[in-house]
């Protein structure tokens, strides 16, 4: 009779779930500062009315948060709803092999019975390879080059191949996450629309351009540009749910990535010239950046809303983080049997938002939220937040001081001392262990001495061209390269820093073929990375490791670059100790 009772329950319980299933979408924008939301009354120059229509229909988290203030590892922890440090992606150099083994959401909703598709940027590995992740269908266009999809632009089935751009990217995603929803109307979905905008490059058409007129930086119209298309793709996939009944059956989150990268300055350099630079989003109030565990680095534009079960025109001020996706969405979608959710509920480190959303309950969803970066970590409870960057440590009251001006940790040395013992409990459990993974380099010393220390930092001045010339393009880092009877030498700035040579503005249609002849001093492990058009790092997957031995005969090694794309910028990875170049010759199969 028992085991009867509990097969009935069972079966009473999956078909209450089966019926009640709502559909998820998650918007994931990239580098989208604080401030260029429209609903946070910020700036003035934004243009988000399908965004903030949103807004009004649910929630807006002011103290919302990713988990990382890199594209890598926050992609890892909002896909598995873990904290990436978990598994070794904690910077976008990580290895994959951890994260390859997570169980994402996709996967867990795909099990409840839900289709599942992927639109825009991934960057967590291959893309042919996302449907091992969950997704049924993959549309992972994020620039104006080919890409990996398994759906056409309106919905339809394809094998899995490069599939030739025919809308601006942004657009792209959103017609073809739309025609998703055409299809799937009468059972459950969840789309995964990560919209690479307003990373760089900077490229919107000049229909969205035009939208921004009169006297402003370049970059920060071509960021509300992008952010304007962005705009019209969440009206056109909010529209496509109205048109079919689905407004008040689907929960929806919309989150940034991390901060904006300001670079300091702000400098509006040509936006075909400058990839890396200034994004033309901004953070406003907060301080800080992209690349900093600072709220500007980390509290991102965050909207939550399911009218009809989380009450609209909400601002919620508890803390909230890119992790409760997953919990929120394994709860409310039913996605394993009853036996198993504890235990799953038990793997994710976010909370489930609703009963905090509905009012059923009052208290704040976390306790604290922890986050660890190379050489950052940073605890948050209640109001308080201590932050950590190499030897320096910082005590902040943001119900107060939310800009981050004040250091209070010589005022209260008890209260710095209980938030540093509980971060440390909580970093000594990642993988690997501790609140950093190593020391400050120059950079986020610079980022930490400007926005948290007041001083002022010059613009970092560019190589001489002549030193460019002579080296053909190539320039060193963690050393100097320099050109001498026809070989170019490696000096590096440290012995105990590894060194590399970098050639960047590159015009390569793949395959490539890199042809190095070199002297090391030390034997060890070499390596040539690469980025294609349209990203903006250099992925893990995009490497190539090669053996070097430290003897005084010249080395060639012949590299294949396998890839269909444009390479656009090169890298070359070194042991320790210098080393010579006799040639370093690359060659395009296609022109």
């Not at 604290?368 to 937040?385: D, P, T, V």
Request: hydrophobic share 40%; with cysteine.
């Amino acid at each position: 009779m028992k085991r009867f009772l509990s097969v009935f329950l069972f079966a009473l319980f999956g078909f209450t779930q089966a019926a009640d299933k709502p559909n998820i979408i998650l918007f994931y924008t990239d580098d989208h500062g604080h401030a260029d939301l429209g609903i946070h009354g910020v700036v003035k120059d934004i243009k988000t009315p399908n965004l903030d229509a949103l807004a009004r229909s649910g929630v807006v988290a002011t103290h919302g948060y990713s988990t990382a203030p890199q594209c890598v590892p926050s992609r890892g922890g909002v896909m598995t709803g873990r904290f990436q440090g978990r598994f070794d992606l904690d910077n976008n150099g990580s290895a994959l092999d951890g994260f390859n083994k997570q169980t994402t959401i996709a996967t867990r909703l795909q099990n409840a019975g839900y289709a599942t598709a992927q639109f825009g940027k991934w960057h967590l590995g291959p893309t042919e390879a996302i449907t091992k992740h969950g997704f049924r269908h993959v549309f992972s266009q994020n620039a104006q080059r080919p890409f990996s999809a398994n759906i056409t632009l309106d919905g339809k089935d394809r094998s899995i191949s490069d599939l030739p751009p025919t809308e601006y990217h942004l657009d792209g995603c959103s017609k073809a996450a739309a025609a998703i929803i055409e299809r799937y109307k009468d059972q459950p979905f969840f789309l995964y629309v990560a919209y690479r905008g307003p990373h760089t490059p900077l490229d919107a058409p000049k229909r969205y351009m035009d939208r921004f007129p009169g006297e402003m930086p370049e970059r920060r119209r071509a960021a509300l540009a992008m952010l304007s298309a962005i705009d019209d793709g969440v009206g056109l996939i909010t529209s496509t749910l109205k048109k079919h009944g689905l407004t008040e059956k689907t929960l929806i989150f919309f989150i940034g990535d991390n901060g904006a990268p300001l670079k300091i300055h702000k400098v509006d350099s040509p936006l075909q010239g400058d990839a890396g630079g200034w994004d033309g989003s901004l953070n406003t109030p907060l301080n800080g950046e992209k690349g900093m565990l600072a709220e500007g680095g980390m509290s991102t534009p965050f909207l939550i809303a399911w009218p009809g079960m989380i009450p609209g025109g909400q601002v919620y001020e508890h803390p909230v983080s890119a992790l409760d996706v997953a919990a929120t969405a394994v709860k409310v979608a039913g996605a394993l049997a009853p036996e198993g959710a504890a235990k799953a509920a038990a793997s994710l480190d976010g909370v489930n938002l609703l009963p905090h959303l509905t009012g059923e309950n009052k208290a704040p969803p976390h306790d604290a939220l922890y986050w660890r970066w190379m050489a950052q970590s940073a605890i948050r409870e209640g109001n308080w937040k201590l932050l950590r960057g190499g030897d320096r440590e910082y005590l902040y009251d943001l119900a107060t001081d939310r800009e981050e001006k004040h250091n209070l940790a010589a005022k209260h040395p008890e209260i710095a001392t209980r938030l540093r013992a509980k971060l440390k409990t909580w970093a000594d459990g990642l993988t690997p262990p501790g609140m950093a993974l190593g020391p400050m380099a120059p950079t986020w010393n610079d980022y930490f001495d400007h926005y948290l220390e007041g001083k002022t930092i010059a613009p970092r001045a560019e190589a001489p061209a002549a030193s460019a010339l002579e080296t053909k393009g190539w320039e060193a880092r963690n050393g100097k390269l320099t050109a001498k009877d026809g070989l170019f030498i490696l000096t590096p700035d440290q012995a105990d820093k590894p060194t590399f040579i970098t050639k960047a503005k590159l015009k390569l249609a793949g395959p490539v073929t890199a042809k190095l002849t070199l002297k090391t001093a030390s034997t060890g492990e070499g390596a040539i990375a690469w980025r294609l058009d349209g990203d903006q790092d250099f992925l893990p997957t995009n490497r190539i490791t090669f053996p070097l031995q430290a003897t005084p005969d010249w080395q060639t090694h012949t590299l294949e670059i396998t890839t269909t794309g444009r390479v656009i910028h090169l890298r070359v990875h070194l042991p320790l100790g210098g080393a010579e170049f006799r040639e370093i010759e690359l060659n395009s199969v296609r022109k």
